[in-house]
């Protein structure tokens, strides 16, 4: 079955630049969601769309913008890099089900993102 | 979402079943209790959810008190793949969209 893809997986960067993370969900899932996850820490929520609309913010820096396009795909956009913005970011999806208590996320691999 | 409290950590012997507590004592009546898995450099993955009656699937079973104040996962029979970190978390019934909040789970050790 198709899953949660991103990418890149693997990215480097230097303090101040800027990256850019893509996510292509699950096949008829309208829902995406970001999240950061630190070194030996849980993973913290971001941001969420939903039918190209925000729909929940996070704790994403200001610094950090995201936005989901036309093909449910999602971008998280990042500028002025700093070192602790090194961490895994996972990007997930779900479809539109009746009751929110049933959702069920589905998670992308992960970019693990370096700022040197 | 309400508070869950759940060990740091558990250690199991391989082929043995595991059992994962989740306290969750200020669960409101539409709660519904998820439970995820991390291994190791992976995203999350879905384990299994209920709201009150014991619920099984394919890779584990979750039973929940008749109170509702705790619940726990069990893995009948543990592999060395079940190393994870698992996330006892509540999901509201009118949150569609809402973030799932994550830990402090339980790291699980499975030993040969």
């Known amino acids: 079955a198709a899953g949660v893809i991103q990418s890149p997986r693997h990215l480097i960067k230097e303090k101040r630049e800027t990256a850019t993370l893509k996510c292509y969900p699950i096949?008829?899932?309208?829902?995406v969601y970001w999240y950061q996850q630190g070194p030996g820490q849980d993973p913290q929520f971001l941001i969420s769309f939903y039918e190209k609309m925000q729909s929940d913010k996070g704790s994403i820096p200001d610094r950090f913008s995201a936005q989901q396009f036309s093909d449910y795909h999602s971008e998280l956009n990042m500028s002025s890099l700093e070192l602790g913005d090194s961490a895994l970011y996972f990007c997930?999806?779900?479809?539109?089900?009746?009751?929110?208590?049933?959702?069920?996320?589905?998670f992308g691999p992960g970019t693990r993102l370096l700022v040197l | 979402d309400a508070k869950t409290t759940q060990p740091n950590s558990m250690e199991s012997n391989e082929e043995e079943p595991v059992h994962l507590p989740c306290n969750h004592s200020?669960?409101?009546?539409?709660?519904?209790i998820h439970w995820y898995r991390q291994l190791p450099s992976q995203g999350p993955e879905y384990v299994i959810h209920?709201?009150?009656s014991n619920v099984n699937n394919r890779m584990a079973s979750l039973a929940i008190a008749e109170d509702r104040k705790s619940s726990t996962l069990i893995l009948h029979r543990a592999t060395l793949r079940d190393a994870a970190v698992y996330y006892c978390?509540?999901?509201?019934?009118?949150?569609?969209?809402?973030?799932?909040?994550f830990g402090p789970g339980t790291r699980l050790s499975v030993l040969p």
């Open positions: 997930a999806s779900s479809p539109r089900t009746s009751g929110g208590a049933l959702e069920t996320q589905y």
């Open positions: 096949p008829r899932h309208d829902t």
């Open positions: 978390i509540l999901r509201d019934d009118d949150n569609y969209g809402q973030n799932f909040v």
């Open positions: 200020t669960i409101s009546g539409t709660d519904y």
């Open positions: 209920g709201l009150t």
